[in-house]
């Protein structure tokens, strides 16, 4: 188990930090509830959770031999997040042109084109893959930490939008948190590009 505490570890810090799928999670959680973010959070935990499987397995190998792969996704990233909070800075609670809760299906493909997903698997990957014996059994075993610990992380993130819902009732509050929410999308993604 102490060999596994810097693993964990790393994992904890990189799903409670703030981040484009922990952003999208407070925001669901403020805009849609409890029922709106659980898809959102599994698919999040399933893109990982594949993401870190074909890392372990050797598609990091492909970002070695081929550099400019990763550059084209963090841009392809970048500009989703961009797309992202263009979208969030229009959302809102109430009336029909209200947007939808992040599904499961979205959320999931969204770790393809999310950087710090990609920075998550790709040091698992090269830095906490343990050597030697079974590489499946160990791409596993790394695989379902980082599901486990990055779960309750992003549920955190979902109950932080929640506990914050009544007050965005008022829809001059729920305007500037969504803006707000766009903003730090903005940010990050001019942080990717750099």
């Known amino acids: ?22 952003v999208m999670l407070a925001t669901t959680g403020a805009n849609f509830g409890g029922r709106g973010a659980v898809p959102a959070i599994m698919g999040i935990q399933t893109g990982m959770f594949v993401q870190t499987m074909l890392m372990c397995l050797g598609l990091g ?39 939808k809760a992040v599904t499961f299906a979205q959320a999931t493909t969204f770790q393809a084109l999310n950087p710090k997903s990609w920075v998550k698997a790709i040091t ?16 596993l075993l790394v695989a379902v930490i980082g599901a486990l610990v990055g779960a309750p992380c992003n549920a955190m993130w979902a109950l932080f939008g929640m506990s914050i819902r ?15 929410m766009a903003a730090i999308l903005l940010v990050l993604a001019v942080m990717f590009l750099r």
Do not use: H
Request: glycine share 8%; hydrophobic share 45%.
């Open 124 to 139: 698992v990957a090269s830095v906490f893959m343990p050597a030697g014996g079974n590489t499946l059994g160990n791409a």
């Open 1 to 22: 188990m102490t060999e596994l505490l810097p693993l964990m570890t790393y994992c904890l810090v990189m799903s409670a930090t703030p981040g484009p799928n922990n």
């Open 61 to 99: 190998s492909v970002f070695v031999t081929y550099p400019l792969a990763q550059q084209v996704l963090r841009i392809a990233g970048s500009v989703y997040l961009i797309y992202l909070a263009w979208k969030l800075s229009g959302a809102s609670m109430s009336g029909a042109q209200a947007p």
């Open 166 to 180: 009544r007050f965005l009732q008022d829809p001059q509050k729920q305007r500037v948190f969504n803006w707000t």
